[in-house]
């Protein structure tokens, strides 16, 4: 079974600094996607960025970057020039195709803070 | 941009009732899902949906729970007798593609 793995549970950080949340996961699968949501206190899931296993280079989307590391099955996400928009919860997701479609699986979660 | 639409944002409850949390997804999507999160805690999978009937569901979706999509748009979730632990945020989710699309989540509180 796939498992995705948060191990910080809290992080902060000054705005305007960069800072990295870290995830892992567990898969036998070859094929699969990355995800990182963003929840902030109204508690809806945006879409942060992905990253699909089969492509080597790691995605970017303006602030936000991954270090995918698939033999290490690590997909972290950086976030540079911290706002205090920013502060959320981070959920990184693994997702991969099944007989019935395709199924996402939620890390814990981190709960990012951005200081003034 | 299409979205998921999910309604009512908000609902409370009594422990025992019925409850019915409705889903709008996009409307090419194929495969529809169910997600729920307790407060503070993970996202948690409930259930698949593809071609009318259920594809997979986790060992949280119990009798309580059916899902169906009546009329070919919306999608829903039903919850036969609430418990106080059935309170938490319900995220219905569409995919078409390699994307989850979400929801905004249904607030369900039981009391």
């Known amino acids: 079974a796939q498992t995705v793995t948060q191990s910080q549970p809290e992080m902060s950080v000054q705005e305007a600094e960069t800072v990295t949340l870290s995830c892992t996961y567990d898969t036998s699968e070859s094929n699969y996607y990355l995800f990182w949501y963003k929840q902030p206190p109204s508690r809806q899931m945006i879409l942060v960025i992905r990253?699909?296993?089969?492509?080597?280079q790691n995605a970017t989307e303006n602030r936000f970057s991954v270090n995918f590391q698939k033999a290490a099955k690590s997909f972290s996400l950086k976030i540079s020039d911290s706002q205090l928009g920013d502060t959320a919860m981070y959920f990184c997701?693994?997702?991969?195709?099944?007989?019935?479609?395709?199924?996402?699986?939620f890390g814990a979660g981190t709960r990012l803070f951005v200081k003034a | 941009e299409p979205e998921v639409t999910q309604t009512p944002s908000h609902q409370v409850t009594q422990m025992g009732q019925e409850v019915i949390l409705r889903c709008v997804p996009i409307s090419n999507h194929l495969y529809f899902y169910w997600y729920r999160q307790i407060l503070g805690q993970k996202v948690e999978f409930l259930v698949s949906f593809y071609n009318n009937e259920i594809s997979e569901k986790s060992e949280i979706f119990d009798d309580q729970f059916s899902v169906e999509r009546p009329d070919g748009s919306n999608f829903t979730l039903k919850i036969r007798s609430t418990k106080l632990e059935d309170s938490a945020m319900y995220f219905c989710a569409s995919i078409r593609g390699d994307e989850a699309f979400f929801g905004q989540g249904t607030r369900l509180t039981v009391v």
């Open positions: 997701a693994f997702m991969k195709r099944n007989t019935g479609g395709f199924k996402t699986i």
């Open positions: 990253q699909e296993a089969y492509k080597q």
